[in-house]
């Protein structure tokens, strides 16, 4: 089953809920979606939790649910789900193992920017702060601050050093209150420099 989100964006975040009410999808305030949003869903409850102040470029697919097969069995044709395509389909019932599984939770950090037509895959987690290039095919985690690209996604650069990359961790800017963020948009749009850092560190002291 596809599901599709057009063109999300919220200040307060926002959900999307299954007819049996499981939270399928969960986009963090500020965040936004700018096109098509598809759930390639395979019918298992699981969750895609998108972060704060997300830039998403549509469309993007999430295959989630129990998107995989079982590649290590003998063959990967999922029996039990196509037993109504054989003669004796009770017996197939009978004996035959779920080939689906689920791969866990996908997670979309904070502040991440994601490009054009993207394919993120069930169970990743992409870290705060990184950009995920156009046409990336992401299937595994990505870590925070980097730039990844290609099919796979692969690290292409970081965006900043390590260092600065561990300081803007901490002060995890997406999480102040709302006021603060406002009041300091310019900050956020400067180069993280040691004025600049030393400065985000002061506000998240408080
Ligand atoms: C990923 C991206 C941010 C990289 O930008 P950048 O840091 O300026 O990268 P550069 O152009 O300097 O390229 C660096 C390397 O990454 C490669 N690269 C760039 N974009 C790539 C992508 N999408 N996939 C794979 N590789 C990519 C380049 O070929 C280059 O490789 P090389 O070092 O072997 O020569 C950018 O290419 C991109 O995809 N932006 C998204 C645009 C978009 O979708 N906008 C929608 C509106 S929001």
Same mark, same amino acid.
């Given at each position: 089953?596809?599901?599709?989100?057009?063109?999300?964006?919220?200040?307060?975040?926002?959900?999307?809920?299954? !007819?049996?009410?499981?939270? +399928?999808?969960? &986009?963090?305030?500020?965040?936004?979606? *700018?096109?098509?949003?598809?759930?390639?869903?395979?019918?298992?409850?699981?969750?895609?939790?998108?972060?704060? *102040?997300?830039?998403?470029?549509?469309?993007?697919? *999430? +295959?989630?649910?129990?998107?995989?097969?079982?590649?290590e069995w003998i063959s990967t044709y999922p029996f039990l789900e196509k037993a109504q395509l054989f003669?004796?389909?009770?017996?197939?019932?009978?004996?035959?193992?779920? %080939?689906?599984?689920?791969?866990? !939770? %996908?997670?979309?950090?904070?502040?991440?920017?994601?490009?054009?037509?993207?394919?993120?895959?069930?169970?990743?987690?992409?870290?705060?702060?990184?950009?995920?290039?156009?046409?990336?095919?992401?299937?595994?985690?990505? !870590?925070?601050?980097?730039?990844?690209?290609?099919?796979?996604?692969?690290?292409?650069?970081?965006?900043?050093?390590?260092?600065?990359?561990?300081?803007?961790?901490?002060?995890?800017?997406?999480?102040?209150?709302?006021?603060? &963020?406002?009041?300091?948009?310019?900050? +956020?749009?400067? +180069?993280?420099?040691?004025?600049?850092?030393?400065?985000?560190?002061?506000?998240?002291?408080?």
């Amino acid at each position: 089953m596809i599901i599709t989100l057009n063109h999300a964006e919220s200040k307060t975040g926002q959900s999307y809920y299954l !007819p049996d009410g499981h939270e +399928l999808v969960t &986009i963090g305030p500020y965040s936004y979606i *700018f096109g098509q949003l598809l759930v390639d869903f395979y019918g298992q409850h699981s969750h895609i939790r998108i972060g704060k *102040f997300c830039s998403i470029k549509g469309p993007i697919t *999430f +295959l989630t649910g129990g998107s995989n097969h079982r590649s290590e069995w003998i063959s990967t044709y999922p029996f039990l789900e196509k037993a109504q395509l054989f003669d004796d389909s009770d017996a197939i019932y009978r004996t035959g193992k779920k %080939t689906n599984y689920a791969s866990g !939770p %996908t997670t979309i950090g904070n502040d991440v920017w994601i490009g054009y037509d993207c394919s993120i895959r069930e169970g990743v987690t992409v870290g705060d702060g990184a950009i995920i290039g156009m046409k990336a095919l992401v299937a595994k985690d990505v !870590p925070p601050y980097s730039v990844v690209g290609g099919v796979p996604a692969r690290i292409l650069r970081y965006r900043f050093s390590q260092k600065i990359i561990e300081r803007l961790l901490k002060v995890q800017w997406w999480h102040w209150p709302a006021e603060l &963020i406002e009041q300091h948009t310019q900050l +956020l749009c400067s +180069l993280p420099d040691e004025a600049q850092l030393e400065q985000m560190e002061r506000i998240a002291k408080g």
